[in-house]
């Protein structure tokens, strides 16, 4: 990976990592509904002006059953679910609830696809399984259903994750990445909308709560699909995934720096486990050949 690369890289994880600082901030003002439409509309206004401005005619209809699919997996759920978990939990938390996807994408594919765990995969989902023990187990006794409700959805995110990455491998590879992305945020638009129109509007946004949402939906969603698309043009996509393991990193150093959050002891043990799990489950990492694995 060259250094320009690497720089992208680093770019897209704090871009990333900010997207739960953004959600942290809009949230609870605008609530989850209208700040994911708000989110994925303006996302997919910003890829519409993208594709005018480079002169592309994306083929949005006759991939419309693909787009509506991979929208509601990789993006209409996942923020409705983070944008609800972000009214209770930390920035900090949920980027490290976020690295867990791999795992699960691990887990799935084992059981939906029937692909064999090796040892590194298997010790991979047990320290992800004891991460996130470690992230919510400590503080069981002092939150309430709330909270609980919370974590539950800050884990329902990464699982959808988690399935869009296994229907992704079932899925023809004659769409354009661009177009994905574009396809992506039209259907999540259109699917979230019910949401919008029936979740209401928690208080009356401040200046501050409009541009944190506009740098969610431009910044954060269109911008970073950009960019990591074109990593993945240009090292790969097992490289590019590794941003996966930078996002926490930033998630938790804006939550700390900007929301003024605490980090304890248990979110550092578990948050260390979810990423250990995260690269032994993705392949990043792999224990030693002393003999075949199955």
């Given at each position: 990976m060259d250094s320009t690369s690497i720089v992208r890289l680093i770019v897209l994880a704090a871009i990333w990592g900010g997207s739960f600082?953004?959600?942290?901030?809009g949230a609870p003002v605008f609530g989850p509904g209208i700040v994911v439409e708000l989110r994925v509309g303006l996302a997919a206004v910003f890829l519409w002006l993208v594709s005018r401005w480079l002169r592309r005619q994306p083929q949005l209809l006759a991939h419309w059953r693909h787009f509506l699919?991979?929208?509601?997996?990789?993006?209409?759920?996942?923020?409705?679910?983070?944008?609800?978990?972000?009214?209770?939990?930390?920035?900090?938390?949920?980027?490290?609830?976020?690295?867990?996807?791999?795992?699960?994408?691990?887990?799935?594919?084992?059981?939906?696809?029937?692909?064999?765990?090796?040892r590194s995969a298997a010790?991979?989902?047990?320290?992800?399984?004891?991460?996130?023990?470690?992230?919510?187990?400590?503080?069981a006794a002092v939150?309430?259903?709330?909270?609980?409700?919370?974590?539950?959805?800050?884990?329902?995110?990464?699982?959808?994750?988690?399935?869009?990455?296994?229907?992704?491998k079932q899925s023809p590879a004659a769409i354009a990445p661009f177009d994905n992305a574009h396809g992506s945020m039209w259907a999540a638009a259109l699917l979230v909308l019910p949401f919008?129109?029936?979740?209401p509007m928690r208080a009356s946004p401040a200046p501050l709560d409009w541009?944190?949402?506009?740098?969610?939906?431009?910044?954060?969603?269109?911008?970073?699909?950009?960019?990591?698309?074109r990593l993945i043009q240009d090292v790969g996509p097992m490289r590019a995934?590794?941003?996966?393991?930078l996002i926490p990193v930033f998630g938790v150093l804006w939550g700390v720096l900007l929301l003024d959050e605490k980090i304890g002891w248990n979110t550092l043990a578990g948050g260390a486990l979810v990423l250990c799990?995260?690269?032994l489950a993705n392949g990043v990492v792999k224990l030693g050949r002393g003999r075949p694995e199955v």
């Open positions: 600082l953004f959600l942290r901030i699919k991979i929208g509601l997996l990789n993006s209409a759920l996942p923020f409705l679910f983070f944008a609800y978990a972000a009214q209770t939990l930390s920035a900090s938390l949920l980027s490290i609830l976020n690295s867990s996807a791999p795992i699960f994408g691990a887990l799935l594919s084992a059981f939906w696809l029937r692909q064999p765990v090796s010790l991979g989902l047990a320290c992800g399984v004891a991460g996130v023990a470690t992230l919510v187990g400590s503080e939150h309430s259903e709330t909270w609980w409700g919370a974590v539950t959805a800050g884990l329902a995110a990464p699982l959808c994750y988690g399935i869009a990455s296994v229907q992704a919008a129109l029936f979740m541009a944190a949402v506009l740098a969610l939906a431009v910044i954060c969603t269109g911008a970073a699909y950009l960019l990591y698309f995934l590794s941003v996966t393991f799990g995260t690269a």
